[in-house]
Structure formats: structure tokens, C-alpha cells
């Protein structure tokens, strides 16, 4: 991920109601959640839901695939997974972290 793709992510991310129904999709998994259970687990209006889910896919942050009349939206995890990394690239000085929790890193 470049720095570009990185603001363009964080961007999208940096809204409440965007962020909620990327950490709703990432909860779904693979399996994914049509717009009408993401607006009913939400509790926000289609319409609304559908200008987020937009902002989320330009982002590269979700997916969408057609299934017969139903759109699904998955979150990215290769894509949520590259942010992550851009985020950590540099933690403990560049020198690998050696602690199984990330949180633990003494040396940042």
C-alpha cells in the first residue's frame, strides 16, 4: 500500500457510520452482508447506507458481487491488512517486533 491508498482508506474510515459498517462486514466475514441487513444491524436509512458503502468501495476498503438480485459487500481483508501494515511498517525502528501482541513492543 502507497501513502496515497493509505489517506484514501483512513479518509473513508474517518466517519462513524463508515467505520461501523466496515467493522459490521469484518464481523461477517467472507460470507458478507446485503444492504438491508447492514441498514437493519445499523440502524441507519438505506439511502444513507448506500452513499457509505460507496465511499467504502472507492476506498478499496469493501467488496461488492452481485448474487442474483442482491448486491453483497464483504470488507477487503487483503486491502484492510496492507493499511495495517502501512500503519506498523515502521514500528520498534524498523527492527522487527518480537512480542506476539503488537502492544507489547517495548522498543516503540
Do not use: W
Request: net charge negative; with cysteine.
Amino acid at each position: 500500500m502507497n501513502e496515497d491508498q493509505a489517506i484514501s482508506a483512513l479518509g473513508a474510515l474517518a466517519h462513524n457510520q463508515r467505520l461501523r459498517t466496515f467493522r459490521a462486514l469484518v464481523v461477517a466475514g467472507p460470507s458478507g452482508l446485503t444492504p438491508s441487513v447492514l441498514a437493519d444491524q445499523l440502524g441507519v436509512a438505506r439511502n444513507a447506507l448506500s452513499f457509505h458503502l460507496k465511499e467504502l468501495s472507492h476506498a478499496g476498503l469493501i467488496t461488492v458481487e452481485q448474487q442474483g438480485r442482491n448486491l453483497i459487500y464483504r470488507a477487503d481483508f487483503s486491502q484492510m491488512n496492507g493499511l495495517l501494515g502501512y500503519l506498523t511498517e515502521h514500528c520498534c525502528q524498523g527492527a522487527p517486533c518480537e512480542a506476539s501482541d503488537p502492544g507489547a513492543c517495548t522498543s516503540c
